[in-house]
T-cell receptor
Framework: DSGVTQTPKHLITATGQRVTLRCSPR?????VYWYQQSLDQGLQFLIQ???????AKGNILERFSAQQFPDLHSELNLSSLELGDSALYFC???????????FGEGSRLTVL | AQTVTQSQPEMSVQEAETVTLSCTYD???????LFWYKQPPSRQMILVIRQEAYKQQNATENRFSVNFQKAAKSFSLKISDSQLGDTAMYFCAFMGTNAGKSTFGDGTTLTVKP
């Protein structure tokens, strides 16, 4: 158990819909990262937050947005969903200055 | 921008043997972190080993060790005494010391055969 909690574990929805994925980082970790892993592919970095502020941005689509709240949990919002958005979405948190990532179990999104 | 290349999409090894997974990266930064992560069929991402670029000594964790060649920008993972439970996809990853954007390789699928 990494200590990072992601909900929901599985989500099935239709094209055009909007979903929210939630992540609670490990206790004490201020950084939260979001990654997308499409079937049998590597991890694509989406976005990072540090203590509520956006810190780094990757290849995140304009239809996607994220935020980190004062209690440090984070949400990834995916809107106008397309079939190609079907993927495993990981959240990870990191202790300060180590760079080490602790991953949640992921949220598997299926868009039909 | 950083890039991470894993040139071996698939590898296999006999149980109890040794296998080496390759990783090369490109960066203009001098200080950074490198990692190997394991993703078994459960899809959970598990940290295998971590290397800080300023440390010349290669990291080791039990049966796992790395060969870090900073000048060559190479970071290979050696698994000794391979076990069936080592069957997984292995990802090489780079992170700058600002601990911001991270870059993962495309992964190497390792199969340990009995």
């Amino acid at each position: 158990d990494s200590g990072v909690t992601q909900t929901p574990k599985h989500l099935i929805t239709a094209t055009g819909q909007r979903v929210t994925l939630r992540c609670s980082p490990r206790s004490g970790d201020l950084s939260v990262y979001w990654y997308q892993q499409s079937l049998d592919q590597g991890l694509q970095f989406l976005i990072q937050y540090y203590n509520g502020e956006e810190r780094a941005k990757g290849n995140i689509l304009e239809r996607f947005s994220a935020q980190q709240f004062p209690d440090l949990h984070s949400e990834l919002n995916l809107s106008s969903l397309e079939l190609g958005d079907s993927a495993l979405y990981f959240c990870a948190s990191s202790p300060r200055f180590t760079g080490e990532l602790f991953f949640g179990e992921g949220s598997r999104l299926t868009v039909l | 921008a950083q890039t991470v290349t894993q040139s071996q999409p698939e590898m296999s090894v006999q149980e109890a043997e040794t296998v080496t997974l390759s990783c090369t990266y490109d960066t203009s930064e001098n200080n950074y972190y490198l990692f190997w992560y394991k993703q078994p069929p459960s899809r959970q991402m598990i940290l295998v080993i971590r290397q800080e670029a300023y440390k010349q000594q290669n990291a080791t964790e039990n049966r796992f060790s790395v060969n870090f060649q900073k000048a060559a920008k190479s970071f290979s993972l050696k698994i000794s005494d391979s076990q069936l439970g080592d069957t997984a996809m292995y990802f090489c990853a780079f992170m700058g010391t600002n601990a911001g954007k991270s870059t993962f390789g495309d992964g190497t699928t390792l199969t340990v055969k009995p």
